[in-house]
Structures are given as structure tokens and as C-alpha cells.
């Protein structure tokens, strides 16, 4: 059915008051209010699409990063907290039982392929259990029996340099710094610049995620500025989903020193193991996780647990 246009100043006004003009112009508006209505619902389900695939690309409660970007014009935002017992700083000679949160995290989806992380915005709180001397022991300024002291933040850039297609895994590039934030003077900090740079890549086979890092560290000596160590960083995770939005994940990382004989105070050989799970609903993921150390420099058992959330950029254009 063609709709003519009404010219008022050619009787369209006497033809609009016959009831068949009537009909034909409720019939046109009806149309036209549906499709504006399915468009509108179309467009919602196509961004929950992309937001959940953005969420999916995510790795909270592990360490090992995934080299999938959350998606153009996106911003993710995510919370948490970590409490361990028996955690060690070597550096201090303080060990205790440590929390730390909100644990607050930030990445912005600079387009397709790339995004900009901001991470370890938190606090640390140490009940001590033990003293001992150690190489930074006499600058730690501690009189009573815990310490506090704001996390190092973490700043870094990925970028994807090859997509997942048919057999062949995705594969990005990780640049990222260490800011001297949290202080010497409360056992929990160094007071150094720590460079880091991974390759990432990634494989999804069927219900099965599997990510591996593999990249180098530069980690600046504390106890003396002309001297620093070349660490070996490597993580593997794998991710399976049991049930609709859940999955159980687990995972190894940590770093191992190159340096022959004793490494420099702070840089020696980590890792440590994590199992958990994770629930998303939407734009939304929940997770909880339980952690613990391969190395005496590692806390022994540690449990945590965070929340996940992606959504438009309010700076998008």
C-alpha cells in the first residue's frame, strides 16, 4: 500500500477528514512506531552481544592476561579483595596476614585491537606475626603490630596483533610499568620502577579457554639504584565452562630469575597456583578464587573475590 503525500494547500486537508485517509494514516504511524521499536531492540541485544563477549575476554580472579581487548569504545571496571596468611615481604623481613582491596582496576578499549590498563589502585593492610632482619628492615617504620601502605600501580598497554581464526590461536603484544607507590618505610613497598613486556596468546576448543604469557621483566634492585635483574614472566590458565555464565578456572604464573647465583633482594623467582570460579550475567561477572605459593617468598593460602563490569565509555564520541 503506497501512502501520498497530503498537500494541505491542494485539499489535502478536505481528503485527511475521509475515513479511508483516516485509516491510512494510523495504519502509517502504527508501521512506522513498530520498526522504530524493533530497531531500538535490535540495537540492545546487538550491545549486550558485545558486551558480554568484551567480559568473556577477561581474567579476574587470575593473573594471566588474556590478549583479547574488551572491545572499541568500551570501558571496564572491576573490584575485589585479596586476604592471605603466612605472606612474606623478604625486602622488610615482615610476614603476616595481608588484605588488600578494593583492588580496583580500569581498561579502556581504545579501538578493535587495543586497549590502555590502569590496575593496583588499592590499599594493603599487614597484620605482622613475625619480624626478622632483612636488607630493608632498619628504613621500616612500624612501632605497633600491622602496617598499611597504598599498592604499586600498574600501567600498561595491549595490543592484539593477530586474531583467532579456525585453528590459529589469537596473539597480542603486553607493555606494562610499575609505580613506586607503595613506600619502604611500611614494609609492604620497594620504592622501584619495574618494566614488563609479554607475548599473550589465546585458544578457545569448544567450551575450553586456554591462555599462556610468556615475556621478560626488568626489576630494579631496591637496595641499590645502579643494579637491577632480568626476570623470565610466564603464565598458563585454562578456563571451562560447566553451566550458562559459569566456569571453573585455574592457572600458574609467576617469574623466574636468569640470574646466576643470588638474585638481588626482591627479584627472585616467584609463582603461585589459583583455582576459582566465575559467574557472569550480562555485562557482569562475579568471581572467587583460592590461591597458594610454590616458594617460601609466597604467601601460603590465600583466598579472593571481585566483581567485573563493562559498559560504554561516557568519553566515547
Same mark, same amino acid.
Given at each position: 500500500?503506497?501512502?501520498?503525500?497530503?498537500?494541505?494547500? %491542494?485539499?489535502? $486537508?478536505?481528503?485527511?477528514?475521509?475515513?479511508?485517509?483516516?485509516?491510512?494514516?494510523?495504519?502509517?504511524?502504527?508501521? &512506522?512506531? &513498530?520498526?522504530?521499536?524493533?530497531?531500538?531492540?535490535?540495537?540492545?541485544?546487538?550491545?549486550?552481544?558485545?558486551?558480554?563477549?568484551?567480559? !568473556?575476554? @577477561? @581474567?579476574?580472579? =587470575?593473573?594471566? +592476561?588474556?590478549?583479547?581487548?574488551?572491545?572499541?569504545?568500551?570501558?571496564?571496571?572491576?573490584?575485589?579483595?585479596?586476604?592471605?596468611?603466612?605472606?612474606?615481604?623478604?625486602?622488610?623481613?615482615?610476614?603476616?596476614?595481608?588484605?588488600?582491596?578494593? /583492588?580496583?582496576?580500569?581498561?579502556? !578499549?581504545?579501538?578493535?585491537?587495543? +586497549?590502555?590498563?590502569?590496575?593496583?589502585?588499592? &590499599?594493603?593492610?599487614? =597484620?605482622?606475626? +613475625?619480624? #626478622?632482619?632483612?636488607?630493608?628492615?632498619?628504613?621500616?617504620?612500624?612501632?605497633?603490630?600491622?602496617?598499611?601502605?597504598?599498592?604499586?600501580?600498574?600501567?600498561?598497554?595491549?595490543?592484539?596483533?593477530?586474531?583467532?581464526?579456525?585453528?590459529?590461536?589469537?596473539?597480542?603484544?603486553?607493555?606494562?610499568?610499575?609505580?613506586?607507590?607503595?613506600?619502604?618505610?611500611?614494609?609492604?613497598?620497594?620504592?622501584?620502577?619495574?618494566?614488563?613486556?609479554?607475548?599473550?596468546?589465546?585458544?578457545?576448543?569448544?567450551?575450553?579457554?586456554?591462555?599462556?604469557?610468556?615475556?621478560?621483566? $626488568?626489576?630494579?634492585?631496591?637496595?641499590?639504584?645502579?643494579?637491577?635483574?632480568?626476570?623470565?614472566?610466564?603464565?598458563?590458565?585454562? %578456563?571451562?565452562?560447566?553451566?550458562?555464565?559459569?566456569?571453573?578456572?585455574?592457572?600458574?604464573?609467576?617469574?623466574?630469575?636468569?640470574?646466576?647465583?643470588?638474585?638481588?633482594?626482591?627479584?627472585?623467582?616467584?609463582?603461585?597456583?589459583?583455582? !576459582?570460579?566465575?559467574? &557472569?550475567?550480562? %555485562? #557482569?561477572?562475579?568471581?572467587?578464587?583460592?590461591?597458594?605459593?610454590?616458594?617460601?617468598?609466597?604467601?601460603? /593460602?590465600?583466598?579472593?573475590?571481585?566483581?567485573?563490569?563493562?559498559?560504554?565509555?561516557? =568519553?566515547?564520541?
Amino acid at each position: 500500500m503506497t501512502h501520498q503525500p497530503i498537500n494541505a494547500e %491542494a485539499g489535502g $486537508i478536505e481528503a485527511r477528514q475521509t475515513g479511508g485517509w483516516q485509516i491510512r494514516d494510523q495504519e502509517y504511524r502504527d508501521v &512506522t512506531m &513498530t520498526k522504530r521499536r524493533m530497531a531500538g531492540v535490535a540495537g540492545w541485544l546487538v550491545a549486550v552481544c558485545l558486551v558480554a563477549t568484551s567480559v !568473556g575476554a @577477561q @581474567q579476574r580472579p =587470575l593473573l594471566t +592476561e588474556d590478549p583479547e581487548s574488551i572491545g572499541e569504545g568500551l570501558l571496564l571496571v572491576e573490584a575485589g579483595f585479596d586476604h592471605s596468611w603466612d605472606h612474606p615481604f623478604p625486602v622488610s623481613g615482615l610476614t603476616g596476614s595481608l588484605l588488600r582491596g578494593p /583492588l580496583v582496576g580500569l581498561s579502556f !578499549g581504545l579501538g578493535p585491537f587495543a +586497549e590502555v590498563q590502569i590496575d593496583g589502585i588499592s &590499599t594493603s593492610r599487614l =597484620l605482622i606475626n +613475625e619480624r #626478622v632482619a632483612a636488607p630493608l628492615s632498619g628504613l621500616v617504620d612500624v612501632p605497633g603490630d600491622s602496617t598499611r601502605s597504598f599498592d604499586d600501580v600498574v600501567i600498561g598497554t595491549k595490543v592484539k596483533i593477530i586474531s583467532e581464526v579456525g585453528w590459529r590461536p589469537a596473539m597480542a603484544l603486553r607493555f606494562a610499568t610499575r609505580l613506586p607507590n607503595a613506600s619502604n618505610e611500611s614494609g609492604l613497598g620497594l620504592d622501584t620502577f619495574d618494566f614488563y613486556q609479554s607475548l599473550l596468546v589465546g585458544k578457545t576448543v569448544q567450551s575450553i579457554r586456554v591462555v599462556g604469557n610468556i615475556g621478560f621483566a $626488568i626489576l630494579a634492585d631496591p637496595t641499590r639504584g645502579d643494579r637491577q635483574n632480568d626476570v623470565l614472566t610466564y603464565g598458563f590458565s585454562v %578456563a571451562r565452562a560447566f553451566a550458562p555464565g559459569a566456569e571453573v578456572v585455574g592457572e600458574i604464573n609467576g617469574r623466574a630469575s636468569t640470574r646466576r647465583g643470588q638474585a638481588p633482594p626482591g627479584t627472585d623467582s616467584k609463582g603461585q597456583m589459583t583455582f !576459582g570460579v566465575r559467574y &557472569t550475567r550480562n %555485562a #557482569v561477572r562475579f568471581d572467587a578464587g583460592l590461591f597458594t605459593g610454590f616458594s617460601s617468598r609466597d604467601p601460603k /593460602l590465600g583466598i579472593t573475590g571481585g566483581i567485573t563490569w563493562v559498559f560504554t565509555s561516557p =568519553l566515547r564520541p
